[in-house]
């Protein structure tokens, strides 16, 4: 069994920044990438960012620039550092690692909202 523990989410004014933090743990033998998405009521849940093994990151274009993705490795811990928040980021931020041959593992999500 492998569980997904977000945390991080909160509120903030537009400008502010948040970090999230997801901490996978239980049975993995090899985490492969890992990363986040985003999911607003009545819309799909879409890409945020990815992050492989050896860090090599990817973006939405919606949030290039203000976004970083960073991860340990050795604690099968992803992060996301967001900075310069909009109103449109308000969403449930969920957290994915793929277990490598295994299965892909979702986090439960947690809440952004940025609001003034």
């Known amino acids: 069994q492998v569980q997904l523990v977000e945390s991080g989410g909160g509120s903030v004014q537009p400008g502010g920044s948040l970090r999230l933090s997801c901490a996978a743990s239980?049975?993995?033998?090899?985490?492969?990438?890992m990363g986040w998405y985003r999911q607003v009521p009545g819309k799909q849940r879409e890409l945020v960012a990815t992050?492989?093994?050896?860090?090599?990151?990817r973006y939405a274009d919606s949030v290039k620039g203000r976004f970083t993705i960073s991860r340990d490795n050795a604690k099968n811990t992803v992060y996301l550092q967001m900075n310069d928040l909009k109103p449109e980021d308000t969403a449930v931020y969920y957290c994915i690692g793929v277990v490598v041959g295994v299965n892909d593992y979702w986090g439960q999500g947690t809440q952004v909202t940025v609001s003034s």
């Open positions: 992050i492989t093994t050896e860090h090599s990151a």
């Open positions: 239980g049975s993995i033998f090899s985490m492969g990438s």
